[in-house]
């Protein structure tokens, strides 16, 4: 039976307004674990409507499947630049944090998806709505495909290797960025995008 609940925000450290997150679940068969936020227009320049990221998250073959939904409006693939980029943060030095700056920003190593099906690496974690890139070409991404609907955005469908992470914490960081988005300025730094954190609930997936 499906459960729908609705959560209040509080594990989120996003800085920026968002209405909630919905955590819809099937209790006790370790099926899909879906979290949804959402943003005003007010706050995020990705879309002039309701900005929602959906992230579900589900243990398939041993790899920790990740299928992120964005109403992006429009397409930006590599060209010149990373154009729209998802990154995705795991606590892979398992200090139970999600470890950011220039001293320590690698430690946890920044997963960074283009829209164009490539990554680049190494990454490090600024802060909560900046990485820092190498001057490289972006390769052919092992960890996602990224497909995108002009009617919904974009779907990256991710697959990592949880034998490979060996993960102790499931907090998670996320942001998107839309590279076609003016910057806004809010108090935690420029960003085209935004960003989330929480805790994915891995215990309850396998
Ligand atoms: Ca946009
Ligand atoms: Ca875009
Ligand atoms: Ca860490």
Redesign the pocket.
């Known amino acids: 039976m499906h459960v729908l609940a609705l959560v209040p925000a509080l594990c989120l450290v996003t800085s920026l307004c968002f209405v909630a997150y919905m955590h819809l679940s099937s209790a006790g068969d370790h099926s899909p674990k879906t979290f949804s936020f959402s943003w005003g227009p007010e706050s995020q320049n990705?879309t002039s409507e309701i900005l929602y990221l959906n992230m579900t998250f589900e243990i398939v073959d041993e790899k920790l499947s990740i299928i992120a939904r964005v109403n992006?409006?429009?397409?930006?693939g590599y060209g010149g630049s990373f154009?729209?980029w998802l990154c995705i943060v795991l606590d892979r030095n398992h200090n139970g944090k999600i470890d950011r700056g220039w001293e320590h920003g690698d430690d946890d190593k920044p997963y960074i998806l283009c829209?164009s099906n490539s990554t680049v690496e190494p990454v490090i974690l600024i802060d909560d709505v900046n990485c820092s890139v190498p001057k490289k070409l972006p390769v052919p991404s092992p960890y996602h495909t990224c497909n995108f609907d002009p009617q919904t955005g974009y779907t990256f469908n991710v697959s990592l290797s949880l034998q490979k992470l060996a993960l102790t914490s499931d907090v998670i960081h996320i942001i998107f960025c839309?590279?076609?988005?003016q910057i806004l300025y809010p108090p935690a730094g420029y960003m085209h995008g935004v960003y989330v954190e929480f805790s994915f609930g891995l215990d309850e997936l396998k």
Not at 72 to 76: G, L, Q, T, V, Y
Not at 178 to 181: G, H, L, T, Y
């Open positions: 990705v992006d409006n429009d397409f930006n154009g729209d829209a839309d590279s076609d988005a």
